[in-house]
Structure formats: C-alpha cells, structure tokens
C-alpha cells in the first residue's frame, strides 16, 4: 500500500462547477500539507499549504486537512476551463521536514470544460 | 527574474550512452531535489542535497548520480545502468534544512532513449 493514495481520474467537469480532490494517507506522523498544480509538459507550483488539520482558503481554492481520517481535500469554486490541469498532493512528516523530502500522490487530472 | 532553469528541455540518449540533465537556480536556495516523473506514478525522488558537497539517495537512485559543486547548481547523471531512463525529470529547491520548507520546481527535462 503507498503512503499517499490519491485518485488519478480523469476528473471531467463543466465550467462553474464546485471541484473536490483528494488524497488519503496512512501515515499518521505527516503534519505538513501541499497541493501542487501542473499544467501539461511543465513543473509543478504550490498551490496550497497547510500545516496540521484545518481549513486554508485563497480566492476560489479552499485546502482541507482531516488528520483523524487521515484525508486531506482541495476544492476550487467555479472552476474555470485554466484549471484544467494535473493537481499534486503532497505531504511531510516533522520526521521528514528535516530533510525537506515531500511524498507525493499519483496526481489527478482535471479538464473543465467551456 | 528568481528561478530554477533545467536544460535541455528534450533529451535522448543512445543504448549504453550516460547522459546529464542540467539544474541551476538563483533563489539563493541551500536545498536541491531531483524527481522522476512517470504517468500514473506522481513523482518519486532520485537524489536531494541539503547543502554544497554533500547529497544522499533518495528512493530510486539506482542508475542515477549526482553532484553538489556549488550552491546554485545540481546536475543530474543518467547512465547505463538505468534501464528504463524514458521520463520526465524535475529538479526542485527549497530554503534549507531544518524547516518545513516549500520546494519550487524547475519546467522539467523529457528524456527519451533512441
């Protein structure tokens, strides 16, 4: 089982619609909470940071932590067709943190549609 | 402009060629990270160096080989003994050891064996 599980879609909604992307993980030591986003052929960047459990909001992106369950989301309001893209999470351990390494989930890939 | 550069942006290589990927950044950052991208697989990590001339493996470094001259700098070898070389490369840095730090990606290296 991977330490980080998250869906690889594709995930296909029409414009405006509320998105919801997830990834679980299993273990409970992770603290640190990211969320990349990749346009096709290029580098990831940070969308979403969030540090222990909570809510963290920016503009149309909302970064939800659930340590209990061990599942952390990102929402994007009324999606537009420039979020098509493929959405990275990413998490670390203050076990970790030290050696600044992040372990990634699979990606999903999001198209809206105009 | 700060940022982290990777050349070339295509790349091939030839059975039994070693060939070296190019990551250079001017973010002043002491943490550089090197990934392999491959689909459905997120990304998993190569090689990390916290600080100038010293580095360590990261979970599949078996093929790979690195060096930390100077800070801004962090080429990554490919050789022969990685059999299966066709991906996408990411170079990555972050502030420093220590800290939970972000990590900033380059626009990625497409290498593909001839």
């Known amino acids: 089982q991977k330490e980080v599980e998250q869906d690889p879609g594709p995930l296909s909604v029409p414009e405006g619609a509320i998105v919801s992307l997830n990834c679980t993980y299993s273990?409970?030591?992770?603290?640190?909470f990211m969320w990349y986003r990749q346009y096709s052929r290029k580098g990831p960047e940070l969308l979403m940071y969030t540090y222990s459990s909570g809510n963290k909001e920016d503009g149309r992106f909302t970064a939800q932590v659930d340590k209990s369950s061990k599942y952390i989301s990102l929402f994007i309001r009324d999606s537009q067709p420039s979020d098509s893209a493929t959405y990275l999470c990413a998490m670390s351990s203050t076990l970790t943190s030290n050696t600044g390494k992040l372990i990634f989930g699979q990606g999903t890939t999001l198209q809206v549609k105009p | 402009d700060g940022g982290i550069t990777q050349s070339p942006k295509y790349l091939f290589r030839k059975e039994g060629q070693n060939v070296t990927l190019s990551c250079e950044q001017n973010l002043n950052h002491d943490a550089m990270y090197w990934y392999r991208q491959d689909p459905g697989q997120g990304l998993r990590l190569i090689y990390y160096s916290q600080i100038v001339n010293d580095f360590q493996k990261g979970d599949i470094a078996e093929g790979y080989s690195v060096s930390r001259e100077k800070k801004e700098s962090f080429p990554l070898t490919v050789t022969s003994a990685q059999k299966n070389p066709t991906a996408f490369y990411l170079c990555?840095?972050?502030?420093?050891?220590?800290?939970?730090?972000?990590?900033?990606f380059g626009p990625g290296t497409r290498l593909l064996v001839l």
């Open positions: 990555a840095s972050s502030r420093g050891q220590g800290t939970q730090e972000t990590q900033y």
């Open positions: 273990n409970s030591a992770f603290q640190y």
